[in-house]
């Protein structure tokens, strides 16, 4: 079993549809990072959490601690939100661990 | 400033050839990283510099050599690769190195897609 587990792998929606992909992990963590990498390879980070909930635009990060578990949603999708998104948990040692990711379309 | 910048781009070299990729950063981060991914997967981590320091070493194989001459720049040495060492080659930043206790956010370049023939 992966340390990071993502669900789902694939998600299509419309464009407007309010989204959720969620992190599960095993570990003990001292941080979770929310990416974005679009086709072409950028990645660019959207959040670090440890605790709660963060806002930035149309997207929402929250995470439970005593659960192990982080949710990323998106509210109002756009074709331009269409990337793989990325889970990654920092361990203990200070490592950062990455799950497989979620690719979303957003359909127009 | 906030970004990471990687040249080139693009990279198709032969197996017999030696060429270098680039990382730039001018946020005064004291940690850069390198990652390896191939299609499809996650990120690998390669190597992680702590203030100029090669600090980790993910049991790379030597044909690929680290190399920051100072806190701005990190340089990947490649030479006599394989066709499997064909991946996005991803630089990373942060303020401080990825300890424990500490919360530092990642930010990362675009990347270099290199095939290797």
């Known amino acids: 079993k992966n340390e990071v587990e993502q669900s789902p792998q694939n998600l299509t929606a419309q464009e407007g549809e309010f989204i959720t992909i969620n992190c599960s992990y095993s570990?003990?963590?001292?941080?979770l990072h929310w990416l974005q990498q679009h086709p072409g390879g950028g990645i660019v980070s959207l959040f670090m959490?440890?605790?709660g909930k963060k806002k930035h635009g149309r997207l929402i990060a929250t995470i439970n601690i005593q659960e192990k578990h982080s949710s990323l949603h998106i509210t109002a999708s756009h074709p331009r939100d269409s990337a793989v998104y990325i889970c990654?948990?920092?361990?203990?040692?200070?490592?950062?661990?990455f799950g497989k990711g979620t690719k979303l379309s957003v359909k127009p | 400033d906030t970004e990471v910048t990687q040249t080139p781009k693009h990279l198709v070299m032969g197996m017999t050839n030696k060429k270098s990729l680039k990382c730039e950063q001018h946020?005064?981060?004291?940690?850069m990283y390198w990652y390896k991914q191939k299609a499809k997967k996650p990120p690998e981590l390669m190597f992680v510099?702590?203030?100029?320091?090669?600090?980790i070493n993910e049991s790379v194989p030597s044909r690929f050599s680290p190399e920051c001459p100072n806190s701005s720049l990190l340089n990947l040495h490649l030479h006599a690769l394989q066709p499997e060492d064909s991946a996005l080659y991803l630089c990373?930043?942060?303020?401080?190195?990825?300890?424990?206790?500490?919360?530092?956010?990642?930010?990362f370049g675009s990347g270099t897609q290199l095939s290797v023939l």
């Open positions: 990654a948990v920092r361990g203990s040692q200070g490592n950062l661990i």
């Open positions: 510099y702590s203030y100029e320091k090669l600090s």
């Open positions: 990373a930043s942060s303020q401080g190195p990825l300890a424990r206790g500490r919360s530092e956010k990642l930010f």
């Open positions: 959490l440890s605790s």
């Open positions: 946020m005064g981060h004291r940690a």
């Open positions: 570990v003990g963590i001292s941080a």
